[in-house]
Structure formats: C-alpha cells, structure tokens
C-alpha cells in the first residue's frame, strides 16, 4: 500500500499519520506522479516552518513491493493533484 500524505511547507512537512493508505495501481494514471527523492529523505518545499496555512501539496510515499509493481523507484512522489482534491477523492 502506497501512503497518501498531505504535506505542508518548511521544516516540518508532515504532522501524525497518512492522509489514506492506498493501492497505487488503482489511482496511478490519476495522480501524475512526479519523483522527488528515495525513501531515506524526507522532502521538503521551503526552509521555514508553516504549518498555519494547512498542507500545500499531496505526496504519495511509495515503499519497494509497491515500487515494484508498478515499474516505479521506491520514494516519495508529488501527485499532481490539490489538496483539496485529495481530501474530496474518493480513494477506494
């Protein structure tokens, strides 16, 4: 299962758990995915630290069975999606 995380700007980029957890072959084509880099760093959009303007980006955290599956690196990908659209998806 590939996570769904809703992820702020700056220093701190998630709080808590996953948005959702998800099977990826089933959203792939929907998601856009973009790489942004390997499972061993954690990504980041800018240096400071805002979490009062709530998640600015949806990243699909993709471990290596998942990886696999779909001819994908494992790591964290931008999904090409809003938040807004994320929290409004139906996911299943």
């Known amino acids: 299962m590939a996570k769904v995380w809703l992820v702020h700007e700056g220093a701190e980029p ?5 948005h959702r957890e998800i099977v990826l072959q089933d959203h792939l084509e929907q998601l856009g995915l973009k790489f942004l880099s390997g499972l061993d760093r954690t990504p980041r959009f800018s240096q400071g630290s805002d979490l009062v303007r709530g998640p600015r980006h949806v990243v699909i955290e993709v471990e290596v069975g998942e990886a696999s599956n779909n001819n994908l690196n494992p790591g964290f990908y931008v999904a090409q999606l809003s938040v807004r659209e994320a929290l409004d998806r139906d996911w299943a």
């Open 14 to 18: 998630t709080v808590g758990r996953p």
